[in-house]
Nanobody, 115 residues
């Protein structure tokens, strides 16, 4: 059974930083892509950052330059470092994985950016 478990969310002040981590069950190389989505209240879920098996990355325009996605192929983890956080970054962040058959999601972790 595929499991993606997030950690690292919380409350942070504007301008602060957070690091989200996702532990993936099994071999991370089974996935064509892994990454992070987020969903703010009243909005659709949107992609934040993706990383591919050989290392290329993609970022949403709203986080580009402020966020870094990384993966550890031995520990089967995917991390998202977010800096210079803004109130509009407030959302539930979901770990995501895609293989040849399905999409997989974690349970989500809340990130709140507020003073």
């Amino acid at each position: 059974q595929v499991q993606l478990v997030e950690s690292g969310g919380g409350l942070v002040q504007p301008g602060g930083s957070l690091r989200l981590s996702c532990a993936i069950s099994g071999d991370i190389f089974r996935y064509n892509a892994v990454g992070w989505y987020r969903q703010a209240p009243g909005k659709q879920r949107e992609a934040v950052a993706m990383i591919f098996p050989t290392g290329p990355t993609q970022y949403a325009d709203g986080v580009k330059g402020r966020s870094t996605i990384s993966r550890d192929n031995l520990l089967n983890t995917v991390d998202l470092q977010m800096n210079s956080l803004k109130p509009e970054d407030t959302a539930v962040y979901y770990c995501y994985g895609r293989d040849d058959d399905s999409d997989y999601w974690g349970q989500g972790t809340q990130v709140t950016v507020s003073s």
